[in-house]
């Protein structure tokens, strides 16, 4: 071990992976994060991910204050409602989310590239691209050195596996641990947001996120994505000044082509899917989403018929299964990289994130001497492992998430349909009921401890 403040290698220049990177050059702590993929605009696609109270406080926490801004104004309009509707476009329920008036204290609306570009902003003598990791040697005298497909090697304190559900660190270091096949397949498109597919939507569900219970297992869900850019990547006339100047003097415009969409996401069990879905692309993949809802309200059709052929990926959903303890060492993992879950609670990417705060807050008491990089390490993982796995349970139990769960069943499918619609329907209607339905939603997405 290094006698003075450590040096991190992180691979993978993910979410979590980032925001450890943040949180370290900040402390003091050198850090070098390598990434796969050969560009910082390469790899991902626009889609929805919702980061909660949990998700920004450890941005608050990593990202230097005037970054922390730029993640605020690059974040889509904030939904106002969480509904529940059937496949013929019919209100279940509908709940009203809190203002985002706090900078922590409510759910936002990001778009996968646009955090990844606000991610990489002041980073670029860190993140090094186009290296894929092979393996690691764990060395006598403490360090650990990575290898790459290239040839190149890189060497450090400590080795933090922030690349993902397939990451090939953990193959080396937890070889026993297992990511299994959840089940459940999902196809993702992104439509444009115009002022046709704009009044396509009844209000409630234009302003907010919906959750659709399609009839014979087919599940659906809508985010509408607006940001305060236009078309042609322009500030909008009525975003405020303050913003408007954060995002005129921000440098990752110019690689984020995020525009303003409707997320649509179809998905149901994977037996449901013609075998070879996950080779299917484009116009191709997109008629596949339009066979299995031949049935649901022409709007919901049309939306879909338009749009982004570009746009559309095939996503077999995955889970990790529990993980015995194992020894602290000069290796550890965060993010999907240890606990990869279904997005049936929608808190992959803020737990990745509190594990990358937690972790951080680790590394600066081993850089200020006050326990050992492999102590750090330990305490780290003795709080990750059994929050991350909690979430992990969690998703599982939500309605459909699960290739097995009984909404997919021929008959019981019914009655479970039936069962979900009128727990959200009875829930919406009591204003009690209603409350505490919200209030739980923020509980559960700011839980820290």
Known sequence: MASGPPHVLIIGAGTGGLCLAHGLRRAGISVAVYE?????????????????????KALRECLPPELFDVYLATCARSP??????????????????????DPVETERS?????????????????????????RYEQRDDGTVTAHFADGSTATGDLLVAADGTHSAV????????????????????????????????????????????????IMGVLHVMEFK???????????????????????GRRHDNTRDNINFIIWSTARRFPPDVMQRRGEDLVQVARGLTRHWHPNLRELLARSDPGSALPIRVATSEPVPAWKASTVTLLGDAIHTMTPG??????????????????????????????QAVADYEAAMVPYGFARVADSLQRSG?????????????????????????????????????????????????
């Open 401 to 449: 998430t699960s290739g097995d769960d009984r909404m997919y069943k021929p008959v019981v499918g019914r009655l479970a349909l039936l069962g979900a619609r009128g727990y959200f329907g009875v829930t919406s209607r009591v204003p009690r009921l209603a409350r505490k339905f919200v209030n739980d939603f923020y509980t559960y997405r700011g839980e820290e401890d």
């Open 229 to 251: 850019w236009d078309r042609d990547g322009e500030i909008k006339p009525d975003v405020a000044d303050a913003d408007a100047e954060l995002l005129r003097n921000w440098p």
């Open 345 to 374: 609670r929608g808190v992959g990417a803020n737990t990745a994130l509190r594990d990358a705060a937690l972790l951080c807050r680790q590394l600066r008491q081993a850089a200020a001497g006050d326990k050992t990089l492999v």
């Open 36 to 56: 796969r993929y050969r560009t910082r605009g390469e790899g991902l696609l626009g889609y929805r991910v919702g980061i909660g109270p949990t998700g920004s």
């Open 80 to 101: 106002r409602y969480f509904n529940v509707i059937t496949q013929r476009l019919r209100r279940t329920a509908s709940f009203t989310l809190r203002p985002d008036t």
């Open 110 to 134: 990001v778009a996968r590239m646009t955090l990844r570009q606000v991610l990489l902003t002041g980073m670029e003598d860190v993140v090094h691209f186009d290296k894929t990791f092979t």
């Open 170 to 217: 953990r193959r080396q270091y937890l070889p026993h641990a297992v990511v299994r096949d959840a089940g459940t397949i999902n196809i993702a498109t992104r439509v444009p947001l115009t002022p046709h597919t704009r009044q396509l939507l009844p209000e409630r569900v234009e302003k907010g996120i919906s959750l659709i219970f399609g009839a014979g297992g």
